[in-house]
């Protein structure tokens, strides 16, 4: 066990230092003048990610902008390893079940759930915002599972209707790899853990990344005992030093697709 602590400790050192720690350049629109981002895209930041959370139950140990919370943090350090970026503000409204039958996270208080359509009909508004002030490659980041069928079908949809325009066209895209295939999981196994007690929701993967951006937002003493009502896994397992791990991970698999369609 000792071994996997060190292990685990010198990776989260190692990349999440690679992750960028200061600011050398505001990259979050909401914090800017339209003059600056004026500026920015004549300097050549014409790459824009567009954050997407969600507002869910998160168990009785984590509150419901978990998701907020993480891909803020994420998308503010994708952007500044990409060093041709800007992020937009986080979409905090997306599908989240059933709302008149209360199903999937519907079920429980304060979650808010909007029709897939509708969130499909944001990303496309706020896409189409971006190409009329000169972005070319527009990426979708999203941090909830219920967030990347749209994302992936709207990115496809306005990629191929902007194909007629002159010059380059602008594109969409949405970074997968960044929510599945960024081996976060794989990191847990090396570290002891099992499918079963790292969870899907709300277990050791996203407690922890909260724990590292947010730790207020987490209480540990009501997860002790393993999974709760409207979490999976063993949370009480998570800590800030897995959540650092992790969340490099996620930049990491984000920076290498963006990088790699930014070149097509």
Request: aromatic residues 6%; neutral net charge; hydrophobic residues 40%.
């Amino acid at each position: 066990m000792m071994r996997r602590t060190v292990f685990f400790s010198v990776l989260a050192l190692c990349v999440w230092s690679s992750a960028g720690s200061g600011v050398a350049d505001e990259v979050r629109l909401e914090h800017m003048t339209w003059v600056e981002v004026r500026d920015a895209l004549q300097a050549g930041k014409t790459t824009v990610i567009v954050p997407t959370g969600g507002t869910e139950q998160n168990g009785p140990h984590m509150v419901l902008g978990k998701h907020n919370f993480i891909v803020a943090h994420t998308a503010h350090h994708v952007a500044e390893r990409l060093g041709n970026a800007l992020v937009a503000p986080v979409l905090a409204y997306v599908p989240e079940g059933d709302i008149e039958n209360r199903q999937g996270h519907m079920a429980y208080p304060g979650t808010i759930s909007v029709p897939e359509k509708v969130f499909a009909g944001v990303l496309q508004a706020t896409a189409e915002s971006f190409r009329a002030h000169g972005f070319r490659t527009i990426v979708f980041l999203g941090d909830s599972g219920g967030n990347q069928r749209a994302q992936e079908a709207v990115a496809a949809r306005l990629t191929e209707a902007w194909k007629t325009w002159i010059g380059r066209s602008p594109k969409v895209f949405s970074a997968k790899h960044y929510y599945s295939g960024n081996g976060g999981d794989e990191l847990l196994v090396a570290a002891g853990e099992t499918p079963g007690s790292i969870g899907t929701h709300a277990g050791i993967r996203d407690t922890s990344e909260m724990l590292a951006v947010h730790p207020e937002g987490v209480d540990l003493s009501l997860a002790e005992t393993g999974p709760g009502e409207g979490s999976t896994g063993q949370p009480g397992r998570a800590s800030a030093e897995r959540g650092r791990v992790l969340l490099a991970a996620k930049i990491e698999a984000a920076v290498r697709e963006i990088r790699a369609f930014q070149t097509r």
